[in-house]
């Protein structure tokens, strides 16, 4: 769960939901699609806190 995610540019969809408080979640099958998803996951968490660090 990213908290206010939706205030990221997630072009790679990982990031899901439409929660009036702003959150996001991201769903893994399994180990093997969090490796495949690494690079889209680490440039959303990179973002975020960028956003993050501005508040």
């Known amino acids: 769960m990213t ?7 997630d072009k790679s969809g990982l ?3 439409n929660h009036k408080d702003g ?4 769903i893994f099958k399994d180990l093997n699609d969090v490796i ?3 690079k889209e996951l ?3 968490i990179k973002d975020w806190l960028k956003l993050v660090d501005k508040n």
């Not at 908290?3 to 540019?9: F, H, Y």
């Not at 959150?23 to 991201?26: A, G, K, L, S």
């Open 3 to 9: 908290p206010s995610g939706a205030k990221v540019n």
């Open 15 to 17: 990031l899901e939901g």
């Open 23 to 26: 959150r996001r979640v991201t």
């Open 36 to 38: 495949a998803k690494q």
């Open 42 to 44: 680490q440039k959303i």
